[in-house]
């Protein structure tokens, strides 16, 4: 279980609804993480999810433009949202705790796409979307050279492509989950991401 839980507004233009865990020992490293479209931090395997996943790392979840409580309309801007919320991580959290990007679904997808900005990304169950599809993000992951984690469900089509993409990016981890596209949000996956985020293995060279 998390010591700390705490509800935070993140940017400005529009505000974004964020909850910051944070672990009960000296966290070594901390995860920023998306939930997917129509998902809400409250959902209870969801907030299962991000309890058990902060109980070893510090995590900042944030709910992007659109959904849940954050302002906006979803759309592209969501990417450039991550992108900035990675930017300022020096200013916002002085500590130096190496950051890791991931995210559910389209938050997988979007962490990967800015994965270059992060020590490693990793992607439950992502899924493409109007605005990131193979094209943009197989052009993105080309100059990727930081670790990637994917944990992609076996029945879950809508991950199919993106795990297409991976297979030919050398810095990717693809692990094959049994279930459906919620099946990463139960246990041991949290356990799992919360693993490898302590200790990611070295990009390749």
Do not use: C, N
Request: charged content about 20%; overall charge negative.
């Amino acid at each position: 279980m998390a010591s700390l839980v705490q509800d935070v507004w993140l940017g400005a233009k529009p505000r974004l609804r964020g909850r910051r865990l944070a672990p009960y020992e000296d966290a070594r490293v901390r995860v920023v993480f998306q939930p997917d479209l129509g998902r809400t931090l409250d959902e209870p395997d969801l907030a299962a999810f991000l309890e058990a996943l902060a109980s070893r790392v510090d995590v900042v979840a944030f709910e992007p433009r659109g959904q849940g409580g954050s302002g906006g309309r979803f759309g592209p801007e969501a990417l450039d949202d991550l992108l900035e919320l990675l930017a300022s991580a020096p200013r916002r959290w002085p500590d130096g705790l190496p950051l890791i990007v991931a995210g559910h679904g389209m938050g997988g997808t979007l962490a990967l796409a800015a994965a270059g900005q992060a020590t490693a990304a990793a992607a439950l169950a992502p899924s493409l979307g109007a605005f990131l599809g193979p094209t943009e993000l197989a052009r993105q992951l080309q100059v990727v050279r930081v670790p990637l984690l994917a944990l992609m469900p076996r029945g879950d089509a809508a991950s199919a492509p993106v795990a297409e993409i991976l297979e030919g990016v050398e810095s990717a981890a693809i692990l094959a989950v049994p279930g459906d596209s919620r099946a990463v949000l139960r246990p041991p996956w949290a356990e799992v991401l919360a693993e490898w985020a302590r200790h990611p293995p070295a990009a390749p060279p």
